[in-house]
């Protein structure tokens, strides 16, 4: 059983080059989120969809673009990066009506 | 503003003491409150949730809630050295639609 699923694991981007990290679960879970931690800043929600169709701001969305492709798959895009985007991120994803998350793995980006 | 407010350590105890962690919030709405281990490098993993005054006990783990000082906190019995990780306290509404926020996070470094 997968659970949450991210890729890629590492990226090195260039500042101005675009990408776009991938996340899928197979748990059947309605809502899905996007988080960036950086040392000492926790946790900050980027984006998040509470279930398919849907998609809300979260803490930190500027320079963000996300996709909610199908109920499984919630992609996040950086169209310009920034070496301010240098960052962890996880994605999660949560059942309906429940506010368990269950993270990936996460994405190691640095952006030179 | 919602906030959520976590000492970032090091806290430092010896194995086989008791490893107390706290969170504070600023919300008296919230309803929920969840406190996640993260090993270096890895991602969040849920150990604890609680909705209730009081306490709630589970192995070795006890987390505590008082609503009135709005204060939520994680005792570990027994601390072992692979406890060792950083705590994210998270309060949540139960709604469903509404993401948690994180604190940013207590080390906990057991020694043996």
């Known amino acids: 059983n997968a659970g949450v699923t991210q890729t890629p694991k590492f990226q090195v981007l260039k500042t101005g080059q675009s990408m776009t990290l991938q996340c899928a679960q197979d748990?059947?879970?309605?809502?899905m989120y996007w988080y960036r931690q950086d040392p000492g800043m926790g946790l900050r929600l980027i984006y998040y969809?509470?279930?398919?169709?849907?998609?809300d701001k979260g803490e930190v969305p500027n320079g963000y673009n996300v996709s909610r492709l199908n109920k499984r798959e919630f992609s996040l895009r950086l169209e310009s990066a920034a070496p301010s985007q240098t960052s962890v991120y996880f994605c999660?994803?949560?059942?309906?009506?429940?506010?368990?998350?269950?993270f990936g793995s996460g994405t190691q980006l640095s952006v030179l | 503003q919602k906030e959520v407010e976590q000492n970032s350590g090091p806290l430092s105890v010896p194995e086989g003491a008791i490893a107390s962690l706290n969170c504070t919030y600023s919300?008296?709405?919230?309803?929920?409150f969840f406190w996640y281990r993260q090993y270096s490098g890895k991602s969040p993993e849920l150990i604890m949730f609680?909705?209730?005054?009081g306490d709630k006990e589970d192995g070795r783990f006890t987390a505590q809630l008082n609503k009135a000082s709005q204060y939520v906190s994680l005792l570990i019995r027994d601390s072992q050295p692979s406890d060792s990780a950083t705590y994210l306290c998270?309060?949540?509404?139960?709604?469903?639609?509404?993401?948690?926020?994180f604190g940013k996070g207590t080390r906990l470094s057991v020694i043996a």
């Open positions: 999660a994803s949560s059942a309906l009506r429940s506010e368990k998350l269950f």
């Open positions: 748990m059947n879970h309605n809502s």
């Open positions: 969809s509470a279930s398919e169709g849907t998609t």
């Open positions: 919300d008296r709405g919230s309803q929920s």
């Open positions: 609680i909705y209730s005054n």
């Open positions: 998270a309060a949540g509404w139960n709604s469903g639609n509404t993401p948690l926020v």
